[in-house]
């Protein structure tokens, strides 16, 4: 795991809110389970929508086995199997990182990572903290962990103030040429490509969930992974904000970062390390976002189908 230097001391809330665009945090912690990068970053506008809350799967949250039409396994195999990648990315070209919001409030998009690997736990104050402040996220599920958390990943998938995404069925960066990354190494082939996003894509379906936006582990994939995901009907989505360091930042970086995330901004966290510093530096960011107004949507709101 790396991780960045810390100070000594952790400074107060006032004072980071004092410091704001000053502090800087270099070389963003990168876990195993979190999203590998920069604090910042990514190109690409989109539009946002001014509608109310998008779930993940529309008229159909909690009915049992929603079906799915996605290509099957050799399908894939057989368009891409011969393929070689060109790129390799935290955001690759086609995925969903920053948005173009719309005039009025700042915007943001909150997304939390519930990853599969090694620490399959659940921050239950983040969750309270959102739902305190009626601030929508977007939670990517790895399906080990909501099989592993069944009862607290029904509740998540029945709240409204929720959209559900696909953070893929073993946790593992997404390749066509087996590629690690942060010592995981990914899928090896076209076929194991649509074993890690169809199979988590089904499993949420049996949950009533049609995905929209997959996020792999580590947050790493190929060109022509991304080219297979949307092939299944789901887009990549990355971030422009690492606003807990793969759950390794402190809590008042956690906070600085997020509140002083521009409009449009796409915040990575972590739902699955209860011991960081992610939820009370959420908690602490919201109390200031949400007196000045701030606005938080879904994925699917800040990126409205074409």
């Not at 977007?138 to 607290?152: C, D, I, M, P, Y």
Request: charged content about 20%; some cysteine; glycine content about 10%.
């Amino acid at each position: 795991m790396h991780r960045t230097s810390r100070p000594a001391t952790q400074p107060s809330r006032r004072q980071v809110l004092a410091r704001g665009a000053a502090l800087t945090i270099s070389a963003p912690a990168l876990a195993s389970c979190a999203a590998p990068g920069r604090g910042r970053g990514g190109t690409g506008p989109s539009t946002v929508s001014p509608s109310g809350p998008v779930r993940s799967a529309p008229g159909a949250h909690g009915a049992a086995g929603a079906a799915l039409d996605l290509p099957d396994r050799s399908e894939i195999e057989d368009r891409f199997g011969n393929r070689l990648p060109r790129t390799w990315s935290t955001h690759p070209a086609g995925a969903a990182v920053r948005f173009s919001a719309p005039p009025g409030p700042r915007t943001l998009a909150l997304t939390f990572d519930a990853c599969g690997g090694t620490v399959l736990q659940f921050d239950r104050r983040l969750i309270e903290t959102l739902r305190a402040h009626r601030a929508k996220a977007t939670l990517f599920v790895n399906q080990r962990w909501a099989e592993h958390h069944s009862r607290e990943f029904e509740q998540l998938a029945q709240d409204p103030l929720f959209e559900i995404g696909n953070h893929g069925t073993r946790h593992v960066p997404l390749s066509v040429s087996g590629r690690s990354a942060w010592g995981i190494r990914g899928t090896a082939s076209a076929g194991e490509v649509w074993d890690e996003v169809a199979g988590c894509a089904r499993f949420l379906a049996e949950h009533g969930l049609r995905p929209r936006f997959f996020r792999p582990g580590t947050a790493f994939a190929d060109d022509v992974a991304e080219e297979i995901v949307e092939a299944l009907g789901q887009r990549i989505a990355s971030f422009s904000v690492n606003a807990d360091g793969g759950a390794t930042f402190p809590a008042p970086a956690v906070m600085a970062e997020a509140v002083r995330a521009p409009s449009g901004s796409v915040l990575i966290g972590h739902m699955n390390r209860p011991l960081s510093g992610t939820a009370e530096g959420i908690e602490a960011a919201l109390s200031v976002l949400s007196a000045e107004g701030v606005r938080f949507v879904t994925m699917s709101e800040a990126f409205p189908e074409d």
